[in-house]
């Protein structure tokens, strides 16, 4: 099993333009999450999601938006980058019983 | 509100002295308990997790860790740094009854040779 995997590894955006970073995932986990991490910070929770079709705010939404279309994919899209977005971005996964999460490698993203 | 409190955001030991990392807690829900290691430029990989059953928890790469319900704490623990565990260390419990996590700030765990 690959787990959870993320492209692209990193990427700079100027200022206004729009990306979507992907996350897939192959162990049938119903749950995916997408946070961001900034330094010093920790990890904070922008928008999760408990099956396909089903999506829900965390504690950062403002300016991404996800879709969760299939079980394994959970892309999120940036549609007016701005430099406050610049982070870096893990996508997780866990199954239904307990609550311990799979986390992908990241993307190392910029904004300028 | 639900909280994970980390103490110390660096801390430093020489190689083969203990390492302690702290962890507390505050939440309401039965306790299910996380620590995270995140080596440079990589995702967090699972060190250990305490759900239920024996308080003293084992984890890879030789870290335990304590769950103590009177103090809510849960701290990490190694009785002989080794340069490769120059990582940095999140704490994490469930927010709430929720699927959610919430993680501690981190600690940066330093090993000097």
């Known amino acids: 099993n690959a787990g959870v995997t993320q492209t692209p590894k990193f990427r700079i955006l100027k200022i206004g333009q729009s990306m979507t970073l992907q996350c897939t995932q192959d162990?049938?986990?119903?749950?995916m999450y997408w946070y961001r991490q900034d330094p010093g910070m920790g990890l904070k929770l922008i928008y999760y999601s408990v099956g396909a079709g089903i999506t829900d705010k965390g504690e950062v939404p403002n300016g991404y938006n996800v879709s969760r279309s299939t079980t394994e994919d959970f892309p999120l899209r940036l549609e007016l980058a701005a430099p406050s977005q610049t982070s870096v971005y893990f996508c997780?996964?866990?199954?239904?019983?307990?609550?311990?999460?799979?986390f992908g490698p990241g993307t190392r993203l910029t904004v300028t | 509100a639900q909280s994970v409190t980390q103490l110390g955001s660096h801390v430093s030991v020489s190689e083969g002295a203990l390492v302690l990392l702290r962890c507390n807690y505050s939440s309401s829900v039965p306790p299910y308990l996380f620590w995270y290691v995140q080596y440079p430029n990589q995702g967090l990989q699972l060190l250990l997790k305490?759900?239920?059953?024996?308080?003293l928890v084992k984890g890879i790469n030789g870290f335990e860790a304590e769950f103590k319900k009177s103090e809510t704490s849960f701290h990490l623990t190694k009785p002989s740094a080794h340069m490769s565990d120059a990582a940095e260390y999140f704490c994490a419990a469930p927010m709430d009854s929720s699927y959610k996590l919430i993680f501690g700030s981190g600690t940066r765990l330093l090993v000097r040779p």
């Open positions: 305490y759900t239920t059953g024996a308080t």
């Open positions: 162990m049938n986990h119903n749950y």
């Open positions: 997780a996964s866990r199954i239904g019983l307990g609550y311990e999460q799979y």
